[in-house]
């Protein structure tokens, strides 16, 4: 029987991840580690299904989902419109752009003294620090898939009359979508590794406060085990966020 494109690529990482989990079985068996630095697959499920029976897990994940989301639309909501009138206007592009690339170059977890200073422990300040690692990258590629845009499709536009927000929302914004999606998705995340690594330094709940407070009680198959659930959730908002490259508006740019 023939395999299908689609049916082997689903397959392989499913043997990739089969293989990866029987070598790290093998690994522990072999005691190549002890347990407390090197815990085995059934210690980290039986640690798994403890956070999920407790509810921590849910609460955790539920925390830090409402954290990313909060900072990320935050971020799309001011850097889409910053990043169109800078690619429009030289003059303010050629001001604002030395600052912009000044502080994407800064780390975000820099703002962590910051943060807890102006905000304290909690919500507030993981949701700053996912803005501040979203906003630049958002507005710096908005501003060159805007900058980027052929003159003709402006005089197309003008010549039908289009101007306003018909010249916006069906001219502009189809056109800059493909690189605007694509930036999106490598800056959520790099907002999913940053509310990790607030959690753990300004947080008193999520999955990051999780992963420091597993490793502070030596519970090496509970960091593990949180960690899986980590990536698991970035893996999956990729691919939440990939959907939008089949809008019909959007998905000529990716025809390739």
Partial sequence: MMITATTRNRLLPV???????????G????????????PSPGSVVRGLITEITSGRLANDIVTSLWRVMAGFMLAVLLGIPAGLYLGRHIAAR??????????????????????????GIGDAPAIFLIFIA??????????AASAAMPAVYFRVAHDFGITGRRLLLEVMLPAIAPGVITALRVTIGLAWLVV??????????????????????????????????VGLIGV??????????TLP??????EQ
């Fill in 15 to 25: 043997a990739a991840c089969i293989c990866g989990a029987a070598i790290w079985w």
């Fill in 27 to 38: 690994l522990a068996r072999a005691g190549v580690f002890p347990q407390s630095l090197f």
């Fill in 94 to 119: 050629a001001t604002f752009l030395p600052a912009i690339n000044f502080f994407r170059s800064l780390s975000p977890l820099a703002w962590i003294p910051f943060a807890i200073l102006w905000f």
């Fill in 134 to 143: 979203s906003f630049f990258p958002v507005v710096l590629s908005t501003l």
């Fill in 196 to 229: 990790v690594a607030a959690e753990m330094i300004a947080g008193r709940d999520g999955l990051g406060f999780a992963i420091w407070d597993a490793r502070n009680g030596l519970r090496m198959d509970l960091l593990v085990a949180n960690m899986l659930v």
């Fill in 236 to 245: 999956g908002i990729d691919r939440v966020l990939r959907r939008l490259t």
């Fill in 249 to 254: 508006n959007v998905r000529w740019g990716y």
